[in-house]
């Protein structure tokens, strides 16, 4: 049987039900596909903290995941020689295992790294496999419908990270649990593919289909094509001005797509003070690959209906700068709603699907024109040229939006500590209280009040304001040799009996505590000046600031979890301030990016293949009819 299973060619075009069949499973492998590739952008803040890497280490690892998978692309160029089927059967069983086993068992940033390369060569691979079979199956007359199922795969793709990670993420204790759970979903849809999808032979896919109606000639002309002939000097003949820059602007066009996949829960977590949650920031892009997945059909169906690309193309490009305008002038509003956001992301996705799907039924026209049994190879290019300005990109992120870095790297754990209601205490008030205290008249009036916190203290102060003179002549002997008569007249000017010897009591029990003593002395001395203090324009105030705010800061600081928290935030907080502060403007730069790679796009349109006019069009349409039924009866077939 296995033998069978991986001979999957076949010699006749398949009937209609058998080739939607085949085409809704091509669509299904590339949703898994970049669901797995895609979770990473969805939990990209917990994989910073779960591996404990920087945001530039973490965009590095992008970088070289997207180089080697551009390289991927170029060696699936090889399907044109050794099937398509068979290479996305194999490129899903490993994705889905690298998803459901590699990275839920990896514990370092080095070694997740390795895994999502991994799983961007295959993609790479896919990324030319998938369109390939989609073009085979599908007729130029029906081709933009095709490919814009086919474009669901990176943005269902997109929305069901999105989905799922907005609805699950909370309800699990690690985020691998979502790689885990696009694991299963990918080796659900490889046993499907294993068992169902089939090609076409090449003698059938080495062949133009304008029409289903051509179906006849192919397959009767089909015994006649020299398969190696067909593919000979491969990359010579595809690699036109047409080709590279087809797959360069549609490269510059999808900047902020590719923003969007990685880096736009960041963006929207950092930038606006509303502080959406990573749930939140998935469920705000969820619109953007919904609304996008819905236009992507409706456009492909309506191109076919006219059988023109470029309009849609160059209205789908324009419509998405000015969008762009849009969300640069949004990223300024740090008080942006969950609606706003959703408003302009739903447009973008909009007048990006409206661009993409008769774009990519253009390009792979224009491979077609240079020779149809080169589609997979025009396709590798396109796919290297992708990946290879997707790295580019995601190097540029590192300088264009430094503030990034320490936003992810620090500010989930510098917001985290500063909810503790201590920490918050000790940041807040810890500045000023030190300041004040600089102060002499504030540290000495505050020294004052905390030493009448002394029970002993505060009971012989009162005795000794009332009576300063005597305590002053006491003070001038040792407790224990003050002369008979010097005390036998503290005690008359004290109101003698019992109450001047009560007195007298209060006042040497705090004077002879080691402790106490000084205290009491250092009131004495200074009680008079605190006293004053307090009525001063400018210290009084400071007094009040230190009363209201000193003990709650000092029993935080008591506390050593507080105080490395404390210090956590004194060596990041300013840094996360000031990034929090700049993010907005970087990420105005970045997007203003995307906008000059939207407008150099614009004139890459032109260079496809394809007509302007539906007119035009339909007049290519009625001579090919004719020139169909001419050579039909050349070849003694009946029409059908």
Known sequence: MLPNLWQRQLPR??????????????????????????????????????????FTYYVIILIAANALGAFGALFAGLADRWGRANLLVVGLLATALFALVGVPNVHSGFAYGVILTLITIVEGMALVATPALMRDFSPQVGRATALGFWTLGPVIGSLVVTEVSSHTLSHFSDWQAQYKLAGIVGLVVWVITFLVLRELSPQ?????????????????????????????????????????????????????????????????????????????????????????????????????????????????????????????????????????????????????????????????????????????????????????????????????????????????????????????????????????????????????????????????????????????????????????EVLAGAIAALGGGAQALAQLQTVGAATSDPVSGPRLLFVVQNGVQALAALSDPIVGPKLVFVAAHGPEVQAAQSDPAVRSKVAFVAAHGPEVQKAKADTAGQWQKWFWVCFAGQLLFVPLIFVLTGRWSPARARQDERQHELARQKEMEALGLTPA
């Not at 499973?25 to 890497?53: D, H, K």
């Open 204 to 484: 059938l896919r080495d062949q133009l289909m304008v029409e289903l109606d051509d179906r006849p000639i192919i397959e009767a002309k089909a015994k006649s094509i020299d398969v190696k002939r067909a593919v000979e000097n491969q990359w010579r003949r595809v690699l036109k001005p047409a080709v590279i820059g087809g797959a360069l602007g549609v490269s510059l066009f999808l900047i902020l797509y590719y923003t969007a996949v990685a880096f736009m829960v960041i963006y929207i977590t950092t930038v606006f003070r509303t502080g959406f949650t990573q749930d939140q920031a998935n469920s705000i892009l969820n619109w953007w690959w919904a609304v996008e997945a819905g236009t992507l059909i409706a456009v492909g169906l309506l191109s076919d209906r006219l059988l023109v690309r470029k309009p849609f193309a160059v209205v789908g490009a324009v419509g998405t700068a000015v969008m762009t305008l849009i969300l640069i002038h949004v990223t300024g509003q740090a008080d942006t709603s969950y609606n706003g956001l959703v408003l302009v992301v739903s447009l973008l996705g909009f007048f990006g699907g409206l661009a993409f799907t008769p774009w990519m039924a253009a390009f792979t026209e224009t491979v077609e024109k240079i020779s149809p049994a080169l589609s997979a190879t025009g396709l590798a290019v396109w796919g290297w040229i992708l990946r290879a300005t997707v790295s580019v990109i995601f190097l540029l992120v590192i300088f264009v939006v430094p503030a990034v870095t320490p936003l992810a790297n620090f500010g989930p754990a510098v917001a985290a500590d500063l909810k503790d209601p201590r920490v918050a205490a000790v940041v807040q008030y810890g500045p000023t209280l030190q300041q004040d205290l600089r102060d002499p008249r504030v540290a000495s009036a505050v020294a004052v009040q905390q030493d009448l916190q002394d029970p002993k203290v505060a009971a012989a102060v009162p005795v000794i304001q009332a009576h300063p003179a005597v305590f002053a002549q006491l003070a001038q002997y040792p407790a224990n040799a003050i002369p008979p």
């Open 13 to 54: 075009y398949p009937t209609t039900a058998r080739r939607y069949m085949y085409l809704g499973i091509v669509v299904a492998a590339t949703v898994t596909l970049y669901y797995e590739l895609y979770i990473n952008g969805a939990v990209s803040p917990s994989i910073l903290a779960g591996y404990n890497i920087s």
